[in-house]
């Protein structure tokens, strides 16, 4: 089931939303936090994102450049700006459609179908440039997609921010074999004096939360004064 996230601060409007995209078997929730909403975002880890302009505190422009740090799901601005200059810097600061309001659900849903057919459906990989063989780690059933971020076993699917994807990677690249803190220290950050070795506990356990979400609980095993190790039975 795909995940949809509603950055909308009109009740109604968020509300037929989120009721239309249940309608058709995706799953919605919406932003209750506007003044910081990527906790949020980040632990409903969506497919896709329904991104409003005028918002309380910061507009859906800066949230579209906060989301695209972390991640490359599609966004599809809505908005009552009609204007030629708000749709150019909606694609500009990263968004991938535009549809205005008062909103025609017919149309949305359209965009919507299509935005995840072409990031997870039957046109992800169509493009030579885009193929499976030259984005996706596979290793006994779990499949990382590199261009979206994804994690996927048994149909099951988790969104990653950029650094739960580089440790995804690299554990995935040694399956089985002992990855070092050291190691995986180099890979996110590229100096490890700079680093406070706390920060890389939160990574493991934020990529290991995804991991149980999709059915493996256990595939990242510690190994103790050494480092981690990537584990699929």
Not at 48 to 65: Q, S
Not at 69 to 74: E, G, H, L, T, Y
Not at 159 to 187: D, F, H, W, Y
Not at 202 to 218: A, F, M, S
Request: proline residues 3%.
């Amino acid at each position: 089931m795909y995940r949809i996230f509603i950055v909308e601060d009109d009740d109604k409007i968020s509300a037929i939303l989120k009721k239309n995209m249940e309608k058709y078997g995706f799953e919605a929730s919406s932003v209750s936090q506007f003044r910081e909403i990527m906790p949020e975002l980040e632990a409903f880890a969506p497919h896709l994102v329904l991104l409003d302009i005028n918002l309380p505190y910061f507009d859906g422009f800066y949230w579209c450049r906060q989301i695209r740090k972390s991640s490359s799901i599609p966004i599809i601005f809505i908005s009552a700006r009609a204007g030629e200059m708000d749709q150019v810097m909606a694609i500009e600061n990263g968004g991938d459609d535009y549809i205005t309001k008062p909103i025609h659900l017919d149309l949305l849903m359209a965009k919507v179908k299509g935005a995840l057919r072409r990031v997870y459906g039957e046109y992800a990989t169509a493009s030579g440039l885009d193929s499976a063989v030259e984005n996706t780690l596979h290793v006994q059933g779990l499949r990382l997609h590199l261009s979206r971020s994804e994690l996927v076993w048994n149909k099951q699917k988790a969104q990653l921010t950029k650094n739960e994807q580089l440790l995804a990677e690299c554990l995935m690249q040694t399956p089985g074999e002992i990855v070092s803190r050291e190691q995986l220290l180099e890979a996110l950050w590229d100096d490890v004096q700079f680093v406070d070795d706390n920060t890389l506990t939160v990574n493991v356990t934020r990529l290991r939360k995804k991991l149980e979400d999709i059915g493996l609980p256990t595939a990242v095993e510690t190994v103790r004064g050494q480092g981690y190790k990537l584990v699929l039975e």
